[in-house]
């Protein structure tokens, strides 16, 4: 049996067909994109003298977010939990991290630069920054919530 090679024009008709089929597949799928000098830092919520930027997503919705958390020197955030699965990178900094419903800096691991940690929800942990300013990126999917292993370490409540 011969085969016989497609002409010029059916594989100018396929990839016609194809670049139509993926057209509105690509229109939809807009790239999000925030450049380093136009990240907007602003007075986190809860932790007083930390810094916040929403990158990507809003954090009241069910959808993908990435936030920076700027810690100053010698910060700590008390054991508490998130309702979500997190994925964490340290940026710049050091930044400490412990696991458990004490914080207890002795139990904790030091993250330089360039480390990541992923904890699963309700994973109960603590954080603490050393001698520096700390930045760590966060990665996950909202809305965000936050409870914190003892009622009196929530910051909301004082």
């Given at each position: 049996?011969?085969?016989?090679?497609?002409?010029?024009?059916?594989?100018?008709c396929?990839?016609?067909?194809?670049?139509?089929?993926?057209?509105?597949?690509?229109?939809?799928?807009?790239?999000t994109?925030?450049?380093?000098?136009?990240?907007?830092?602003?007075?986190?919520p809860?932790?007083s003298?930390?810094?916040?930027?929403?990158?990507?997503g809003?954090?009241?919705?069910?959808?993908?977010?990435?936030?920076?958390?700027?810690f100053?020197?010698?910060?700590?955030?008390?054991?508490?939990?998130?309702?979500?699965?997190?994925?964490?990178?340290?940026?710049?900094?050091?930044?400490?991290?412990?696991?458990?419903?004490?914080?207890?800096?002795?139990?904790?691991?030091?993250?330089?630069?360039?480390?990541?940690?992923?904890?699963?929800?309700?994973?109960?942990h603590y954080?603490?920054?050393?001698?520096?300013?700390?930045?760590v990126?966060?990665?996950?999917?909202?809305?965000?919530?936050?409870?914190?292993?003892?009622?009196?370490?929530?910051?909301?409540?004082?």
């Open positions: 049996m011969s085969r016989t090679a497609p002409t010029s024009s059916a594989i100018l396929l990839g016609a067909f194809l670049i139509a089929m993926a057209s509105p597949a690509m229109a939809q799928d807009a790239v994109m925030v450049k380093a000098d136009a990240v907007a830092w602003k007075g986190h809860l932790f003298g930390a810094q916040i930027a929403t990158l990507v809003d954090p009241t919705k069910a959808e993908t977010i990435v936030q920076r958390f700027k100053p020197p010698n910060h700590k955030v008390a054991p508490h939990t998130h309702t979500y699965t997190e994925v964490a990178t340290v940026m710049s900094g050091t930044l400490g991290l412990g696991a458990g419903e004490k914080f207890d800096t002795g139990k904790g691991e030091i993250l330089k630069a360039g480390s990541v940690f992923a904890l699963k929800a309700g994973q109960s954080v603490w920054t050393t001698s520096e300013e700390t930045v990126q966060i990665v996950f999917t909202g809305p965000a919530g936050i409870v914190f292993s003892n009622p009196a370490d929530d910051p909301r409540k004082k």
